[in-house]
C-alpha cells in the first residue's frame, strides 16, 4: 500500500508541476490542432483501464474527422508525442499513471489471461519500456506484410512480456528510469 501512495504522490507531483509549466504551450497547441483539423482538438477514446474497466483518454486530435488522414500538425505532434500531453489530466483524475502500460484499445488487455491478467491492476501509464521500446510502432506496422498479424503475433506479446516484468519489478526507481529514457527520446 505505501508504494502505492507513494506512486500517487509522484504521478500528482509531477504531472501539476509539467501542466503548470507547459500549460502556454499546451494552450497553443490546442489552438493550433483546433484550426488544423477545423474541430474541436482534443480526441477523447474509450480504452482498457486499471481493473479491465473502461475510461476515457484525452489526447490532441492529430487526425482530420473528415478525411481520417493524419494532418500536417498531427504528424508533428505524433513524432514528437506532444499529442500525448492531454494525458496528464488522465493522470490527475487516477485514470493514468506517468508510468505504466499503455492503454490499449478493447480487444486485447481486456482478452489476456492466467498470470498475464496482473497486467490489468496497474494503471495505464503515459509513458512505459514497451512504449519507448514501440515508440515507431505505425511504421514498423507498415512495413509489415499483414500488420495485424504482425502486431498480433510479434509487438503485443513483447509489450505484455515486458509489461508483466514491469509489474513484478516496479519502483519509484525504476518510473525515474524510464522517464529519462522517454526524454532522452522526445528530445534526440
Same mark, same amino acid.
Given at each position: 500500500?505505501?508504494?502505492?501512495?507513494?506512486?500517487?504522490?509522484?504521478?500528482?507531483?509531477?504531472?501539476?508541476?509539467?501542466?503548470?509549466?507547459?500549460?502556454?504551450?499546451?494552450?497553443?497547441?490546442?489552438?493550433? +490542432?483546433?484550426?488544423?483539423? @477545423? !474541430?474541436?482538438?482534443?480526441?477523447?477514446?474509450?480504452?482498457? %483501464?486499471? $481493473?479491465? =474497466?473502461?475510461?476515457?483518454?484525452?489526447?490532441?486530435?492529430?487526425?482530420?474527422?473528415?478525411?481520417?488522414?493524419?494532418?500536417?500538425?498531427?504528424?508533428?505532434?505524433?513524432?514528437?508525442?506532444?499529442?500525448?500531453?492531454?494525458?496528464?489530466?488522465? +493522470?490527475?483524475?487516477?485514470? @493514468? !499513471?506517468?508510468?505504466?502500460?499503455?492503454?490499449?484499445?478493447? %480487444?486485447? $488487455?481486456? =482478452?489476456?489471461?492466467?498470470?498475464?491478467?496482473?497486467?490489468?491492476?496497474?494503471?495505464?501509464?503515459?509513458?512505459?519500456?514497451?512504449?519507448?521500446?514501440?515508440?515507431?510502432?505505425?511504421?514498423?506496422?507498415?512495413?509489415?506484410?499483414?500488420?495485424?498479424?504482425?502486431?498480433?503475433?510479434?509487438?503485443?506479446?513483447?509489450?505484455?512480456?515486458?509489461?508483466?516484468?514491469? $509489474?513484478?519489478?516496479?519502483?519509484?526507481?525504476?518510473?525515474?528510469?524510464?522517464?529519462?529514457?522517454?526524454?532522452?527520446?522526445?528530445?534526440?
Amino acid at each position: 500500500m505505501r508504494k502505492a501512495v507513494q506512486k500517487r504522490f509522484f504521478d500528482l507531483f509531477l504531472s501539476l508541476i509539467l501542466l503548470a509549466a507547459c500549460f502556454p504551450l499546451l494552450i497553443g497547441i490546442y489552438l493550433i +490542432v483546433s484550426i488544423d483539423t @477545423m !474541430s474541436n482538438g482534443i480526441f477523447i477514446q474509450n480504452r482498457v %483501464g486499471q $481493473y479491465g =474497466k473502461g475510461f476515457n483518454i484525452y489526447k490532441f486530435k492529430t487526425l482530420h474527422p473528415k478525411t481520417q488522414r493524419i494532418s500536417r500538425i498531427g504528424k508533428i505532434l505524433r513524432k514528437s508525442k506532444l499529442d500525448e500531453f492531454p494525458q496528464l489530466w488522465n +493522470v490527475i483524475k487516477s485514470d @493514468m !499513471s506517468i508510468v505504466g502500460p499503455r492503454p490499449d484499445i478493447w %480487444g486485447y $488487455y481486456d =482478452k489476456l489471461v492466467g498470470e498475464e491478467r496482473k497486467i490489468l491492476e496497474l494503471k495505464p501509464g503515459i509513458t512505459s519500456l514497451a512504449s519507448i521500446k514501440y515508440r515507431n510502432e505505425e511504421e514498423l506496422l507498415s512495413k509489415a506484410t499483414d500488420p495485424l498479424q504482425y502486431n498480433d503475433e510479434v509487438i503485443f506479446p513483447d509489450k505484455v512480456k515486458m509489461n508483466l516484468n514491469y $509489474y513484478y519489478n516496479q519502483s519509484i526507481a525504476l518510473d525515474l528510469n524510464i522517464l529519462f529514457q522517454t526524454f532522452s527520446k522526445m528530445m534526440g
